[in-house]
């Protein structure tokens, strides 16, 4: 199983970026609670947003309104658009599913300078 996670980068503050996380070898991806996690500097790693295989999406509250997560089962691949981006949104950003057993992918890091 591998998850890739690319699409970060630097960017202003107010900025967008859009990531994207593209999988093999997931056993029927469209089961899959799919995730969007990152870890700032010093910081454990939190949950920023996950879409369920209903299509059922949760947020971390401070993304709420600016962050949307969407999946494309037919491309077995996970999304996350980040719109008016903030200096605290700076982090490694990890794709994560989830299906009883859980992987991530290996990362992407977003730094929003403000």
């Known amino acids: 199983v591998q998850l890739q996670a690319f699409g970060g980068g630097s960017v202003q503050a107010g900025g967008s970026l859009k990531l994207s996380c593209e999988t093999t070898?997931?056993?029927?991806?469209?089961?899959?609670?799919m995730g969007w996690y990152r870890q700032a500097p010093g910081k454990e790693r939190e949950m920023v947003a996950q879409?369920?295989?209903?299509?059922?999406?949760d947020y971390l509250e401070s993304v709420k309104g600016r962050f949307i997560i969407t999946r494309n089962n037919a491309k077995s691949a996970v999304y996350l658009q980040m719109n008016n981006l903030k200096s605290e949104d700076t982090g490694v950003y990890y794709c994560?599913?989830?299906?009883?057993?859980?992987?991530w992918g290996q990362g992407t890091l977003v730094t929003v300078s403000s």
């Open positions: 994560r599913s989830d299906r009883g057993c859980s992987h």
């Open positions: 070898g997931l056993d029927l991806f469209s089961a899959n609670i």
């Open positions: 879409i369920t295989s209903g299509y059922s999406t």
